[in-house]
């Protein structure tokens, strides 16, 4: 028999060789470093036989498929050291996950495990990979295979194996065993437990058997693991950090939102919160102007007959928010669109007067399920840097470059470069394939024009027209979608959207709908955590602590402030009778980028002693020329 190797070479092996045997075959350090095999796209076991004429490949350390691999190894192995530690204890599913790992098990009356306990496992662990346990898999008759699991008592094991004969009918099952715990599953696995080089156990957690909440509350122990212990330092140091930077806890802590379940998935903006959130609205305003936007406001609520005109009845009614008033059902807007096109369609347009680009702040809601909703970043009620631009076909690419060049001076105030990613033409699409391509090249030619780089997403666009969607990567390396450019060919037509033509006949203009922040509430939660709560000056809620030495100077400190606010600038006087050295702790946990303080040589000689949290401090300076210095400092959006 042969397989075909991924160079598109065939190699020759005996009939019923298996991946090890083709690994060996290429040359030994392969076979030593093979985990697994793919055939025909199919990982299975090195053990495996292969199939004659099948497409090969092996799987090792380098590989995509390495780390799902070894976490579900890890996995057997948690079970194999629990079952140690703790007898009796009843097993049941333990996949990969993104990131590791985990287990569910049925602990023994009166046995509760906490993360105190996962140090102890995690050593068993550990000589469990050390002993190097090979995984056997064994193909058992469903009846054996039953027998056995009842005779254990697991309980768990036995449902899913009878759930497999009713639903999938099958007759026999697979095993895998690792020293002397065998699990039912349907693997693939790697060789033996040492291919794990490096794991960590990470948090228990209640988990229903099944996901059902009528059933047993199981414990979930969660955990990863690693090629080496190297990769599982950097990937802990991470985590740690994320922890550090999490938009929810420093929104607390900063004093700049609260979450309450009397308003699931609704941020409550206290005044410096309220303060970030303005300055982007204002940056969008500032930034549209010139650029020819202009702002509109549109209902909030509309007739379900809008709704119906939009297509949003039909496929995303169980998204919004549904009301009724003298019997005419209604619903709150969950997308600006609908609304912009219904006020343009309202108004008559020549040729002339495109692009018409209306932009709004508009308030939205989206009924999303609360088990989803997750601080800034999955909300119901949140906020777009929406716009929606109605123009001819010619235009489509000036404007969409105008997007983009509008969307790299957003982000590079924050010191961040998008990856922008254009997808194509959906197998479920309107429109002819002439006007797709057409729409394409245009995206194309955009791109292009402005100079970036770009991936394509093949069949990746919405079914009214092809995007371009602008990813960012936050100080801590993970990837954010945040704009999006697209074209929209369905809703003109649905809204019956027209102009006149330089031939005096009608014509149906494009619609581009783009965010460049995507929805303000999740803008500021990134920021939160790509910053650490420390804004740069022109942004911070407070930019500046003014700190009084002792009480007598609070006159004095009050006449910075204002000259300070006077000049738009944001500071903050704390007015406690506590000592300096504790105002300036204060004042760095609160993240305030500048510092001033004022005591007697300051009062007299109308000065501040300035310390900046960037450069530590800068000593003496004049009231007026602060002011001047700072205010600039603003205006120009410098770090
Ligand atoms: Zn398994
Ligand atoms: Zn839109």
Redesign the pocket.
């Known amino acids: 028999m042969k397989v075909i190797l991924p160079d598109g070479n065939e190699l020759a092996l005996a009939d019923g060789a298996t991946g090890a045997e083709a690994a060996a075959a290429i040359g030994p350090g392969l076979a030593k470093a093979a985990l697994a095999v793919t055939l025909d796209g199919q990982i299975q076991d090195l053990a495996a036989p292969l199939r004659d004429g099948a497409a090969f490949g092996v799987v090792t350390g380098k590989s995509d498929e390495a780390l799902d691999l070894i976490r ?1 190894d890890a ?2 192995v948690l079970a194999s050291a629990v079952i140690d530690l703790y007898p009796g204890t009843k097993v049941s599913i ?1 996949p990969s996950i993104e990131n590791g790992f985990y287990y569910d098990f049925d602990f023994p009356e009166g046995i509760t495990i906490s993360e105190d306990d996962l140090p102890a496992i995690e050593d068993r662990m550990r000589e469990h990979i050390k002993a190097a346990e090979s995984f056997e898999r064994s193909d058992i008759p469903v009846a054996e295979a039953l027998e056995r699991f009842k005779a254990l008592g697991e309980d768990y094991k036995v449902e899913l194996i009878e759930d497999l004969i009713i639903n999938e009918s099958v007759e026999t099952v697979s095993l ?1 065993r690792n020293g002397e715990f065998t ?1 039912l ?3 693939p ?1 790697t060789p033996a437990t040492d291919r794990i080089k490096a794991i960590a156990l990470q948090s228990v957690a209640g988990a229903y058997w099944r996901g059902d909440s009528t059933r047993k509350m199981l414990t979930r122990i969660y955990g990863t693991a690693f090629l080496s212990q190297k990769e599982l330092d950097a990937h802990l140091e991470l985590l740690e950090e994320a922890r550090a930077r999490d938009h929810r806890r420093l929104g607390t802590q900063l004093n700049l939102f609260r979450f309450s379940e009397v308003s699931p998935g609704s941020a409550f903006w206290l005044p410096r919160g309220t303060q970030l959130f303005n300055s982007l609205v204002e940056l969008s305003r500032e930034m549209g102007a010139p650029r020819g936007y202009q702002e509109v406001k549109t209902p909030q609520l509309y007739d379900a007959e809008l709704w119906r005109t939009s297509g949003h009845w039909d496929k995303y009614r169980e998204n919004m928010f549904l009301t009724e008033s003298e019997d005419r059902p209604m619903g709150l807007k969950p997308m600006n669109c609908p609304g912009h096109a219904h006020l343009y369609g309202s108004q008559q347009w020549s040729y002339r007067d495109l692009p018409v680009r209306y932009s709004e702040p508009g308030l939205l809601h989206r009924n999303e399920p609360s088990g989803t909703l997750h601080g800034l970043l999955r909300v119901r009620h949140f906020c777009q840097d929406d716009a929606h631009i109605f123009c001819t076909e010619d235009q489509i690419q000036s404007e969409v470059a105008s997007c983009l060049e509008f969307a790299f001076a957003t982000y590079r105030l924050f010191g961040l470069e998008p990856s922008l990613e254009l997808s194509t033409r959906p197998d479920q699409r309107i429109g002819d394939d002439a006007t797709w391509d057409r729409a394409e090249s245009a995206l194309r030619e955009a791109l292009d024009q402005e100079g970036h780089p770009y991936t394509v997403n093949e069949g990746d666009g919405a079914f009214y027209g092809p995007k371009i969607d602008l990813h960012i990567t936050d100080s801590l390396g993970r990837s954010w979608q945040l704009g999006t450019v697209q074209l929209d060919y369905s809703m003109p037509e649905r809204f019956d959207l027209a102009y006149t033509g330089a031939d005096n006949a009608e014509h149906r203009p494009v619609m581009i709908h783009r965010a460049l922040m995507g929805s303000y509430e999740r803008f500021i939660g990134i920021l939160i955590e790509h910053y650490a709560g420390v804004f740069p000056f022109w942004f911070a809620p407070i930019q500046i602590a003014v700190l009084p030495v002792a009480d007598r100077h609070l006159d004095y400190a009050k006449e910075v402030a204002a000259c300070l606010a006077e000049s738009g600038l944001r500071a903050d006087i704390d007015e406690r009778t506590e000592s300096v050295g504790r105002k300036i702790r204060d004042a760095e946990i609160s993240k305030a980028p500048v510092m001033l303080i004022v005591g007697d040589r300051e009062a007299e000689g109308r000065s501040v002693s300035v310390r900046e949290r960037a450069d530590g401090d800068l000593g003496d300076e004049k009231l007026d020329a602060l002011v001047a210095r700072l205010s600039a400092k603003a205006a120009n959006r410098d770090a």
């Open positions: 579900h996995a057997h333990g895998y699990d599953c349907r693997g696995h």
